[in-house]
């Protein structure tokens, strides 16, 4: 091809040209610990390295930086190894009295300067965050301050005269707002549902209830999302204190649930949740409530800093490896004028938001709480919480069935394709909604099989109890398509009088409303709406970022992977090849490596040959003959059809002979086994919910002359996560952006990844960061939307 190279090419910025020779740069953690800061230490580390940067820790956060000495040193390659899969924060953190004093920053800036750093990388909660502000507003006071008093020369304050501070949010309770999620508040939610799940055994066999206390002083996201992910009967969070007659509703609820056939109960109580009088609501006072009104055998059990220990989940070592990446590129392109800024995480994209906008926001929360003001505290902490309360209110309650509204519609629900955990907590969500939209609920079991075959049910309210934490498709799955059958899943539409469909699968759940939206013209009987929601350990569909089911199975390899390398310890050096599902697909081998901190990740999208297969041998054998004990290397297993798994194994056997010796390991089916993890049960829900309330209008629109009929393509849709929104796109749009032999999209965003576990792993690579370098203005007020409740 001639002419000029496509226009895409000249906005695209490549950080090569940011240069971090003879800069130095230091990283902390502060405040409470929370799992993934680790992870956000070692990519801030290694990224600094990368760039040509020197990179010092800073032991025992504020409290390190005022007493300097051995609490300040420098970090090496190797010193962040193994450190990935370790819970808390390895360079300690300490609550700092001094560095609340004048002359404690006095000190710090003077062993700040002594070692020339002027880049600080903060990783805490929102008062280590201010704090580190104050400092830099301070820093070129406290340079003259020390200058004065004789303890650094002219020079060294001109050489270091401005600041830069870049903050990390790690927090388990996700209290800080302009971010969806902080560090550490993934793998604390792990905890909980453990053990909520292993309690709801127990609970079941004695018929008990349960109040469990979780942490959140001043913040209910745990409480929220945990009551969300394992359906609970009640939940007190401090944003949403309970109306006047709290304990007689919810006294009534529990016993109409035992009524219900439903023999345990679980109310979840945050720590610092509040009634609407200011006061404070404790597990032992609901307990003792309890007891009082309805008898019932009740315990309680406080979690405390289980909630905070432990290895981080994968999505919080991914979202602390991609921060660290991105707070080095945000200090690297700092100037004098740029304001401290904070990386943060929306929808699914990193930004870069202002420091200070968004720790005056956090606090704007506390004051509306302060002043009563509930409803706007709800608000100011984001849409992602205001969405998780929405969705749980809607499903918790159930409304009397003289108070729900009449739809006369009926609505079918199905799964489709291998089966993924969270299929059910979405098929959950999508019947309660339904019912709660006044549909009649129907159920068909094992796929579009099932579908001709007339094995359809109605589904009520309580059949559907206890489904959000268990694994595997409770209706049965299949995979096979409906295109042989369109006359018989026409006639059973017609039979059930079927007046709209959720397909919740994998490709071929995408596929299959592909080709019923396309019988339309055939048969009218399938025109009617259809949505479809991506469940898949594959993570392969097109027009979705992510898929219910792919974060267990991420967990899955991420925890196997852990073991795997610990299986090593004390032995020789080892080199593990570990092959991981996902068809042609190399979502779960590319993110599974940047979550297990692996050296090279083979998949299909990228295409290698026997130089490059050489080359990794080389880099990983130069590797081992440092301290580095232990190699990991990830195989899609569809990625080459000549490069086998044993292919590499013996390949890695033959070239590692005197430095290392291999293992091999295929994890198979249990990637796609096992509970759910709480991202799956929370995004499933969520999404199920959204999908069934867009059945509600589009079934009003296509309402006419007495029955529904709509043929446009946008009324046979899929419910993607797109960067940051929610969006239903049509089918038929979305075929283009197809490769349907392959069975993945043509364009996959977690592509851009890729670099960055490079990197991470040493390799010298080439990043596009187009996306980075823009500081974006906190949002207070949400815009106004087309269609109500499209982002998540």
């Known amino acids: 091809m001639s002419g000029a190279p496509p226009k895409r090419q000249d906005t695209r910025k490549f950080f090569e040209n940011l240069s971090g020779a003879g800069k130095c740069i230091a990283v902390l953690t502060s405040g409470g610990d929370a799992q993934g800061m680790n992870a956000a230490v070692r990519a801030v580390v290694r990224m600094g390295i990368y760039v040509g940067a020197k990179v010092y820790f ?57 070692r020339s750093i002027t880049n600080l990388c903060v990783i805490g909660g929102d008062g280590s965050l201010t704090g580190a502000n104050l400092f830099r507003e301070e820093w070129s006071g406290l340079l003259e301050e020390l200058q004065t008093q004789g303890l650094i020369d002219n020079e060294a304050a001109l050489a270091n005269s401005v600041l830069h501070i870049v903050g990390m949010v790690g927090s388990i309770d996700n209290d800080f707002c302009g971010t969806d999620m902080t560090i550490g508040t993934d793998s604390a939610l792990h905890r909980i549902i453990e053990v909520i799940d292993a309690i709801m055994t127990t609970a079941q066999s004695h018929q008990r209830t349960f109040v469990l206390e979780v942490m959140g002083r001043h913040c209910g996201y745990l409480a929220l999302v945990s009551a969300l992910a394992c359906g609970a009967d009640w939940v007190f969070i401090p944003e949403m204190p309970p109306e006047d007659d709290w304990e007689d509703n919810m006294c009534q609820k529990l016993s109409e649930n035992r009524a219900d056939k439903k023999r345990l109960n679980i109310i979840i109580v945050a720590e610092g949740a509040i009634d609407g009088h200011n006061k404070a609501i404790t597990p032992d006072f609901i307990k003792d409530l309890v007891v009082r009104c309805l008898g019932f055998d009740t315990r309680v059990t406080i979690l405390g800093h289980v909630q905070r220990g432990g290895t981080p989940s994968a999505f919080d070592r991914i979202l602390a490896s991609r921060m660290g990446v991105e707070a080095v590129l945000a200090l690297l392109e700092a100037s004098a004028t740029t304001p401290a800024c904070v990386v943060s995480l929306v929808g699914n994209q990193a930004v870069r938001l202002p420091l200070m906008e968004c720790v005056l926001m956090t606090q704007e929360v506390q004051k509306a709480m302060d002043e009563k003001k509930f409803e706007e505290a709800v608000r100011l902490r984001g849409r992602s919480f205001e969405n998780n309360l929405s969705t749980y209110r809607l499903l918790s309650y159930r409304t009397p069935d003289s108070e729900l509204p009449i739809s006369s519609f009926n609505v079918a629900v199905l799964n489709v394709g291998a ?44 059949d559907v109890g206890g489904w959000t934490g268990q694994g595997g498709s409770l209706l049965g799955t299949k995979r096979t398509l409906p295109g042989k059958y369109l006359d018989k899943i026409a006639e059973q539409i017609k039979i059930h009088n079927i007046n709209a469909l959720l397909v919740i699968g994998g490709f071929e759940a995408y596929v299959g409303l592909l080709e019923l939206s396309e019988a339309r013209s055939k048969y009218s009987d399938l025109c009617i709406p259809m949505v479809m929601v991506p469940a898949t350990v594959s993570n392969n569909i097109p027009g979705s ?53 692996a050296d090279t990740v083979y998949i299909y999208e990228e295409p290698f040959d026997i130089r490059d297969l050489q080359a990794n041998v080389e880099h990983l054998t130069q590797k081992m003959k440092t301290t580095i004990q232990r190699g990991l290397v990830l195989r899609n297993e569809n990625s080459n059809e000549n490069y086998t798994t044993d292919f590499i194994y013996q390949l890695y056997t033959e070239e590692g002979k005197g430095v290392f010796d291999c293992r091999k390991n295929i994890l198979g089916h249990m990637q796609q086994g096992g509970a759910p993890s709480p991202f799956d049960r929370n995004f499933g829900t969520k999404v199920a919910a959204k999908a069934v309330q867009w059945i509600s209008r589009t079934l009003k629109d296509s309402y006419k002359g007495g029955r529904v009929f709509t043929n446009s393509e946008d009324t046979a849709c899929l419910l993607g996560m797109r960067r940051r929104a929610m969006v239903f796109q049509p089918v038929s749009q979305l075929k283009d952006e197809t490769d349907f032999v392959h069975r993945i999209p043509k364009e996959q965003w977690w592509l851009k990844l890729r670099p960055l576990m490079k990197i991470l792993a040493k390799y010298k690579t080439s990043y596009d960061v187009s996306d980075s370098g823009q500081l974006e203005p906190v949002t207070r007020v949400r815009p106004k939307e087309s269609k109500p409740s499209e982002n998540i």
């Open 58 to 114: 800073i032991h025992e956060g504020y409290q390190g930086m005022v007493d300097g000495g051995e609490n300040i040193k420098e970090a090496t390659w190797e010193s962040v190894s193994s450190m990935l899969q370790v819970g808390g924060t390895v360079i300690g953190s300490a609550r700092c009295k001094d560095f609340r004093t004048h002359e404690g920053r006095l000190k710090a800036a003077q062993n700040l300067v002594q």
């Open 419 to 462: 089966p993924a955990a969270g299929m059910n907590a979405a098929v959950r969500a999508a019947v309660r909604v339904g019912i709660t939209e006044g549909h009649k609920m129907f159920s068909i079991n094992d796929g579009f099989e099932g579908f001709y075959k007339g094995q359809i049910k109605e589904i009520k309210w309580g």
């Open 545 to 597: 970022d992510l898929s219910i089911g792919s974060d267990t199975a991420l967990n899955a390899i991420t925890d196997t992977c852990d073991r795997i390398k610990q299986s090593a310890s004390g032995t020789k050096r080892r080199v593990f090849i570990i092959e991981t599902m996902g068809g042609y697909c190399g979502y779960l081998a590319t993110v599974g490596g940047l979550a297990s901190g």
